[in-house]
């Protein structure tokens, strides 16, 4: 029998929860408000299972969580009825020395703990085009996005605090499926 090559994926897709699709501070938060195994309090925003459900499905995307919630992630997944996305976040005090002694950064720059986690992760996905889903970025990874660009690699830095993002992602759209794939469609064509 002969092993077929696995085909790397087109997009590494960085999703944080908290900011991107569980949102509390919207005026409809108090209907969308959610605790999960008694203790995670979640806002889910109206496209959640369906952005989930179409990450899981693309093949051409690598979805990987990068929020706090951690291997905690994975209620989401559960939720939307998909398999449970890879965890970059966080890295352990070892992998941090390691991604901060080789990966995608100019020597000069100074970098957040998230930054650190999508350099260690990409080491393996150096071909991929990048989308990072945030709630707001710090400068430094707008400096790595730039030097990445810089070295070939493409990268598109979803910022959900700002227009028109959070528009898109907090409405209640008559048609979830079609809009989550506009959504996509929008985050994978975007310069940032």
Known sequence: ????????PTFIWFLDIDGTISIPNLSDANERFEVWNNYL????????????????????????????????????NDRAGTRHFPVAYYLSYRQRRYAQRYFCHPPHLRMDSKLFAVCYYLRKFQECEVVWMEDGFAPETYAWANYARTQGQIVHLIDTNIQPTLSLLRHHHQNLEAQTYRFMHWCLTMVS
């Open 41 to 76: 309090p979640a806002w889910p925003i109206p496209m959640a299972n369906t952005l989930l459900q179409a990450l899981d499905k693309h093949p051409a995307i690598h979805p990987v969580w990068l929020s706090a919630w951690d291997n905690r992630a994975w209620l989401w």
């Open 1 to 8: 029998m002969i092993a077929r090559e696995k085909k790397q």
